[in-house]
Structure formats: C-alpha cells, structure tokens
C-alpha cells in the first residue's frame, strides 16, 4: 500500500524559500510510470495544482508558478521535493503530495492517494 | 486555461436523499475529469476517475457520468458520512484545474 507523507517548516518568512518533502512509502518514485505531485490549498479556498515529476524526470508545473518553483526527486527514490521561491502572505497553504497515476486508455492521469498535507504559513 | 464551475456550491440533503452534483468546463475535455471527497482537515480522496469509473474501495452508491464539457456525480443514497466538500478536477491539459469545490451538509 502506497503512503505518503508531507514534511518541512510550518512557518517560513516573507521573501524566502520554502521547502518540503514528501516521503513515499510502499514504492519507489523511479519505478513505474506515476507523476509525482504537489497541490496546495489556500485557506478556505480550493485546490491549485503546483507541478509534477514523471517517472523521475522531467518536471511539470503550473505555468502561475513555474518561476519560482522547483520539484526534484531526492538519489533515494523515496523522496520528492517541493521548492517555492521567494514566498509572500499568498503562499501561505495547506501542501499536499499525491500520486498520479496515468490512463491506459489515454494521455489522463488521477491522484491517489494523497498525503495528510502540511500547512506552511509565510509571516515574519 | 480550463475553466471549471460546479453547482450547486453548496446543498443540505437528508440521509437517504439521491444527491447530484455538476462540473461544467470551459473546453471539451473527453472524459478526461475525476472527482474528489474532502472532509474537514483532511485530504481530498479520489472517488471517480474518467468520468465514470469508481476507484476501488469507494462505496458504490457514488457514480459519475458525461463527457465533453458537463459532468455529474450522484450519491443515489445519502449517508452522514458523506458530509464533505466534493472536487471535480480536469487532467486534460495543463495546467490541471478544480472546481470551486461543492459543500454537501448532511440535515
């Protein structure tokens, strides 16, 4: 059974970089044909779409956040990181990890499962 | 990007009810839409993928339909367990998109 679980500091200040982990457990992230993700969730507000790595390798990201984000899978295949860059009061988030997994019938993919999610808040 | 807009955005439905939720995008996007159950502090879960077809281990009262640009998913009975926030997402093209999200409060 797949799990995975989302770690790093709850509180980041202004102008600086977060970063978090998410660590995979019941697969290695260079195996198999998944995408590797990170969501955020605003507070009180719905789901954003951050960026994914397939299969190890290339990156994806939401254009809106392609400038300042970076996600990267670390030499244990069991970790996938998130960077975001220079952070403001906008970035403050509840951060999820999620497992994509793709169609056999079609370049489509759906994220299961998901990590219990983080909360980061950028304040000085 | 793909626009997508749920409705209602909000209901109040009694245990047994048949609820629908739907998702209507702004492109046609095939099948290519899921859905997801959020409930309070918790992270969402995946409940249909490509429209139509239950994820293993979700409860078959949940089913999900359309194509194209308008999508739905019905609870056909209300349970107090389905009280949550429910999520329609598009995978057809970058970057992947949400619905606003729909609140279903159990009466």
């Known amino acids: 059974q797949v799990q995975l679980q989302e770690s790093g500091p709850g509180l980041v200040k202004p102008s600086q970089t977060l970063s978090l982990t998410c660590s995979v457990s019941g697969a290695s992230i260079s195996s198999g044909d998944y995408y590797w993700s990170w969501f955020r969730q605003l507070p009180g507000k719905g789901l954003e779409w951050i960026g994914y790595i397939y299969n190890s390798g290339r990156p994806y990201y939401n254009p809106s956040l392609r400038s300042r984000v970076i996600i990267s899978p670390d030499t244990s295949n069991v970790q996938v990181s998130l960077e975001v860059t220079s952070v403001t009061a906008a970035d403050t988030a509840v951060y999820y990890c999620?497992?994509?997994?793709?169609?056999?019938?079609?370049?489509?993919?759906?994220?299961?499962?998901w990590g219990q999610g983080t909360l980061v808040t950028v304040s000085s | 990007d793909i626009q997508m807009t749920q409705s209602p955005s909000s209901l109040s439905a009694s245990v047994g009810d048949r609820v629908t939720i739907t998702c209507r995008t702004s492109?046609?996007?095939?099948?290519?839409l899921n859905w997801y159950q959020q409930r309070p502090g918790k992270a969402p879960k995946l409940l249909i993928y490509s429209a139509s077809s239950l994820q293993s281990g979700v409860p078959s009262r949940f089913s999900g339909s359309g194509s194209g640009t308008d999508f739905t998913l019905i609870i056909s009975s209300l349970q107090p367990e389905d009280s949550a926030t429910y999520y329609c997402?598009?995978?057809?093209?970058?970057?992947?998109?949400f619905g606003q999200g729909t609140k279903l409060e159990i009466k």
């Open positions: 999620a497992r994509g997994i793709p169609s056999a019938r079609g370049p489509t993919n759906w994220f299961d499962p």
């Open positions: 492109q046609r996007i095939n099948n290519y």
């Open positions: 997402q598009q995978s057809h093209s970058s970057p992947l998109t």
